[in-house]
């Protein structure tokens, strides 16, 4: 028998009981394949170097890999992913399609790129259409509905700084190894050196950064307010094992 001391040492997710989710699993599949659809249309109608070059692709994947996991997990009565890989990608989708409605596809934006965006048409249109509003609506309502809240902490809004910054660095490092003049060299306006400068990027940057760390502060203090839409799954766990569910 277990000593209160050793006890308390088992990780909460241990004691969490073991329920197949169909539910959950079938939409966050949903979702992941939505973000899978999505990339391959990119792929294969585009150059595959510049796709990858994009931070909304980048984002993407890690729904396709973290909900799809998600989906087996939940499938499979194991617990789910750590909160901390899941709120981050949640915080990075939600800024894409943040930053693609309310700026690139906003008429009346500085950096708006409207007019190509009206351009597309068929499977790019899809695409656009699955990793920019498909994704991060899926993502958002699977965090607000299939999850129990309480698992986020605020240091992760300062974690999650570090997909975004490691963006940063390959946009720019990419650009200064790219030709002059070449299609792409710099995939979003805003991180247009040879338009803005080293910096007015840095400045644009910093202003994105401050904005994902507003906004992730926000995705934790929702997870500590919003109810628990399905609590009688978990009637048997303690408080705290619910907390990291």
Partial sequence: MLTPNRASAVPASAVLPTVRRPYAAAFRALIALSAATGLIIECVYGN???????????????????????????????????????GGVLLCITVVGLVFHLVLDNPAGEFNQAAEIARLSGARAVANQLLHTVTPIGTALDFLLLTLPGALRLRHAAQWLAVPALYLAFALLRGALLSPGTPTRYPYPFLDVTAHGYPGVLTNAAVLGAAFYVLGLAIVGLDHVRPAVRPHENRISSQRARGLK
């Fill in 48 to 86: 595959v170097l510049v796709v990858l070059s994009f931070f909304t692709i980048w984002s993407n994947i890690l729904v396709a890999l973290v909900l799809g996991s998600g989906a087996v997990r939940a499938w499979n009565r194991r617990p789910p992913l750590p909160a901390l890989w899941t």
